[in-house]
């Protein structure tokens, strides 16, 4: 992370929310955004789902939105409060599939970054959907609100298989345009694909496959259970770096709370709640 002159810290403690944020600058927000509840309890995998929030992570997910819905998340990276995320998303059902908008921000005082998200999901086939998104970021310091501003796109798809498989793919930072290059993270595209599994009409499976050239390859797997109308109970694991992960869904009427926690064997616990309305 590049230090702006003259943005020194006030207080010796801000260090170390400082260096996990320098941690965070390109993987997380600039590049491949902080999970959704739901994703982020699945160790990470999102390519195969559909439903809630699908516009940051799953664009060809919004094909297959039954319902329009508002979302409200925030997460503590690392248990660090000063790191908080906080996020506010939609998708708006729209002829055969739906629009989707995905606002995030993180960041300390004096230094933030906000990532915004346009997609559109569109049902090809009753059984294939395909979306695209459009994401912009920026880094705003003290004196300089737009200090590393960027451009990119994603493109999706979503196949269903039978009522039990669905497969999915997604390819992200195709193209992109930044004003800083050396304020952000790699220029390469990522390849993500994978499968979901539904079985008893309890429970699901779910298997991700992520490619950055020049990275590992990063494997994740979670699994799903509805025990009844109202809760479901989600777990996995990501393996570089290795990471558990947990989580619950609460609904009630047209609302639907969620909570998610991931722990990295590195840097410890990180949290994210969730609250979604639907119409």
Same mark, same amino acid.
């Given at each position: 992370?590049?230090?702006?002159?003259?943005?020194?810290?006030?207080?010796?403690?801000?260090?170390?929310?400082?260096?996990?944020?320098?941690?965070?600058?390109?993987?997380?927000?600039?590049?491949?955004?902080?999970?959704?509840?739901?994703?982020?309890?699945?160790?990470?995998?999102?390519?195969?789902?559909?439903?809630?929030?699908?516009?940051? =992570?799953? =664009?060809?997910?919004?094909?297959?939105?039954?319902?329009?819905?508002?979302?409200?998340?925030?997460?503590?990276?690392?248990?660090?409060?000063?790191?908080?995320?906080?996020?506010?998303?939609?998708?708006?059902?729209?002829?055969?599939?739906?629009?989707?908008?995905?606002?995030?921000?993180?960041?300390?005082?004096?230094?933030?970054?906000?990532?915004?998200?346009?997609?559109?999901?569109?049902?090809?086939?009753?059984?294939?959907?395909?979306?695209?998104?459009?994401?912009?970021?920026?880094?705003?310091?003290?004196? =300089?609100?737009?200090?590393?501003?960027?451009?990119?796109?994603?493109?999706?798809?979503?196949?269903?298989?039978?009522? =039990?498989?669905?497969?999915?793919?997604?390819?992200?930072?195709?193209?992109?345009?930044?004003?800083?290059?050396?304020?952000?993270?790699?220029?390469?595209?990522?390849?993500?694909?994978?499968?979901?599994?539904?079985?008893?009409?309890?429970?699901?499976?779910?298997?991700?496959?992520?490619?950055?050239?020049?990275?590992?390859?990063?494997?994740?797997?979670?699994?799903?259970?509805?025990?009844?109308?109202?809760?479901?109970?989600?777990?996995?694991?990501?393996?570089?770096?290795?990471?558990?992960?947990?989580?619950?869904?609460?609904?009630?009427?047209?609302?639907?709370?969620?909570?998610?926690?991931?722990?990295?064997?590195?840097?410890?616990?990180?949290?994210?709640?969730?609250?979604?309305?639907?119409?």
């Amino acid at each position: 992370m590049i230090s702006p002159s003259g943005l020194m810290p006030k207080r010796p403690g801000i260090c170390i929310p400082v260096f996990f944020l320098s941690l965070m600058h390109g993987t997380l927000l600039a590049q491949l955004n902080w999970p959704e509840a739901a994703s982020a309890a699945l160790g990470g995998s999102f390519v195969c789902l559909d439903g809630y929030v699908c516009a940051s =992570q799953n =664009q060809a997910g919004l094909g297959f939105t039954e319902r329009s819905s508002i979302s409200i998340q925030h997460g503590i990276p690392f248990w660090i409060k000063e790191l908080g995320i906080s996020s506010l998303s939609g998708q708006f059902r729209s002829g055969n599939g739906a629009l989707g908008a995905s606002l995030s921000t993180v960041g300390l005082r004096g230094l933030r970054q906000s990532s915004l998200w346009l997609a559109r999901g569109q049902r090809l086939h009753p059984r294939m959907g395909a979306g695209v998104g459009l994401h912009f970021w920026n880094t705003s310091i003290q004196e =300089q609100f737009f200090y590393a501003p960027g451009i990119s796109f994603a493109l999706g798809l979503q196949i269903r298989i039978s009522e =039990q498989w669905r497969f999915g793919a997604r390819l992200f930072h195709p193209a992109e345009w930044r004003k800083l290059r050396e304020a952000s993270g790699e220029e390469s595209m990522h390849i993500e694909t994978g499968f979901a599994y539904s079985f008893f009409n309890v429970a699901r499976i779910f298997s991700d496959l992520h490619i950055h050239p020049g990275d590992p390859v990063l494997l994740c797997g979670g699994a799903e259970w509805i025990l009844n109308r109202q809760i479901c109970m989600r777990t996995g694991i990501r393996s570089e770096p290795f990471t558990f992960t947990w989580g619950l869904s609460l609904k009630l009427k047209s609302c639907l709370a969620e909570f998610s926690f991931m722990y990295r064997m590195e840097t410890g616990l990180s949290t994210l709640s969730a609250m979604t309305y639907e119409w």
